[in-house]
């Protein structure tokens, strides 16, 4: 069966720190990964989704910026974080197909001080 | 681009009773699909039913079901017999492709 792992669950980082989440998807090949964010109390925001090694699709600009090295691994980074940074972070995956709903791994908390 | 509303920020029902979660969404599309998910106190995203376009049959899982109407663009959700776990965030989303769209949510509760 799939499974999909997310880490850290909590992090406490300063402004202007560097940041790393990753995301790794076991028991599927090719999946289509997503990042959201979820801000306390809101809805889901799309931040970057990849349907293959290396193409990354952004939907906001900001200082955030993703990475596929592998097929299975989905990375979210950050140079140097910033306050409005904080929030829910939830990596998802799904296969290419319509019907796929999204598998969610079990998200960070961060929190920037 | 599409968008997801739903128009209940808050609901709450008496334990055992039934509740309705409204969701309209704006799309050309004629192929799609639409799901809920429910997110609880432990922030953790689960499915709770899904519906493709082309089916005029609605939905149902156990004691949830939508009633899908594609002409109106509208796809609510009937939690019947509600129960204590059922209290949580329940999201609408729309997919035709790959972004899935979400609506802002409706925060559910349940009084016993």
């Known amino acids: 069966s799939q499974t999909i792992h997310q880490w850290p669950a909590t992090l406490v980082q300063p402004v202007g720190s560097p940041l790393s989440l990753e995301c790794t998807v076991e028991?599927?090949?090719?999946?289509?990964l997503y990042w959201y964010r979820q801000a306390a109390g809101r809805g889901l925001q799309l931040l970057f989704y990849?349907?293959?090694?290396?193409?990354i699709s952004s939907e906001v600009p900001q200082n955030l910026s993703a990475s596929r090295p592998q097929d299975r691994q989905f990375i979210l980074s950050s140079k140097k974080l910033l306050l409005s940074d904080s929030g829910f972070y939830l990596c998802?995956?799904?296969?290419?197909?319509?019907?796929?709903?999204?598998?969610f791994g079990n998200g960070t908390r961060l929190t920037v001080t | 681009a599409q968008t997801v509303t739903q128009s209940q920020p808050e609901m709450s029902v008496q334990e055992a009773e039934t509740v309705t979660l409204s969701c309209t969404y704006d799309?050309?599309?004629?192929?799609?699909?639409l799901f809920w998910y429910k997110q609880p106190p432990s922030r953790q995203m689960i499915l709770v039913i899904r519906?493709?376009?082309?089916?005029?049959q609605n939905a149902t899982e156990n004691r949830f079901s939508v009633n899908f109407q594609k002409a109106a663009k509208s796809f609510s959700l009937k939690i019947s017999d509600s129960q204590l776990g059922d209290a949580a965030m329940y999201f609408c989303?729309?997919?035709?492709?790959?972004?899935?769209?979400f609506g802002g949510g409706t925060r559910l509760m349940v009084k016993p």
């Open positions: 519906q493709e376009a082309y089916k005029q």
């Open positions: 028991g599927t090949s090719n999946p289509n």
């Open positions: 990849s349907v293959g090694i290396g193409q």
């Open positions: 799309t050309s599309e004629s192929d799609y699909y």
């Open positions: 989303v729309y997919n035709a492709g790959n972004m899935l769209t």
């Open positions: 998802a995956w799904r296969t290419g197909q319509l019907n796929s709903p999204l598998h």
